[in-house]
T-cell receptor, first 113, second 110 residues
């Protein structure tokens, strides 16, 4: 398996809902990432997990809560989001957080009503 | 400060014409540079990384440290090259942080 997969593909949620995004890779990569991408804009880094530990939090609001249960899985828990949080959320992985290529998943299109 | 600049939002060329997508970077150390491509409704895909010096889909890019540039070139554009192209920089630290340029939309007309 040489791909990063993400579920769900689309998610619509209200501002009071709690939901989770999931990301999975079976390439043996030890670094995983969450990005947020607005339409026609570049991805913006949110979090980096290195060897299952959170190594970077780019000052992301606490309504976004990442979790890395094991080396293949990465979750992003969502709670009390705002409409401006609507975006494409991308997961990526790389062999290690150092000098290696990041491979991206297809993303979850999130709409917050 | 670490920064990637792609000066063109949109580049429109005719099929068969040469293409050059510009990328300039600002970084004091030894950067690692990438080109990613995002076709319509598809995932972001790696196109090139500077250290591999390979050609993918006819595209090449050369790192010019003097001009701090990493322009993407293709001698003859194809319609299927139409996509959004992002230049990205990773610093020499082990944080994994990737800094993207604003992207250039390449439109290849028939």
């Amino acid at each position: 398996d040489t791909e990063v997969t993400q579920t769900p593909k689309h998610l619509v949620m209200g501002m009071t809902n709690k939901k989770s995004l999931k990301c999975e890779q079976h390439m043996g990569h030890r670094a995983m990432y969450w990005y947020k991408q607005k339409a026609k804009k570049p991805p913006e880094l949110m979090f980096v997990y290195s060897y299952e530990k959170l190594s970077i939090n780019e000052s992301v609001p606490s309504r976004f809560s990442p979790e890395c249960p094991n080396s293949s899985l990465l979750n992003l828990h969502l709670h009390a989001l705002q409409p401006e949080d609507s975006a494409l959320y991308l997961c990526a992985s790389s062999q290690d957080p150092g000098r290696s290529t990041q491979y991206f998943g297809p993303g979850t299109r999130l709409t917050v009503l | 400060a670490q920064r990637v600049t792609q000066p063109e939002k949109l580049l429109s060329v005719f099929k068969g014409a040469p293409v050059e997508l510009k990328c300039n970077y600002s970084y004091s150390g030894s950067p690692e540079l990438f080109w990613y491509v995002q076709y319509s409704r598809q995932r972001l895909q790696l196109l090139l990384r500077h250290i591999s010096r390979e050609s993918i889909k006819g595209f090449t890019a050369d790192l010019n440290k003097g001009e701090t540039s990493f322009h993407l070139k293709k001698p003859f554009a194809q319609e299927e090259d139409s996509a959004m192209y992002y230049c990205a920089l990773k610093g020499s630290s082990n944080t994994g942080k990737l800094i993207f340029g604003q992207g250039t939309t390449l439109q290849v007309k028939p």
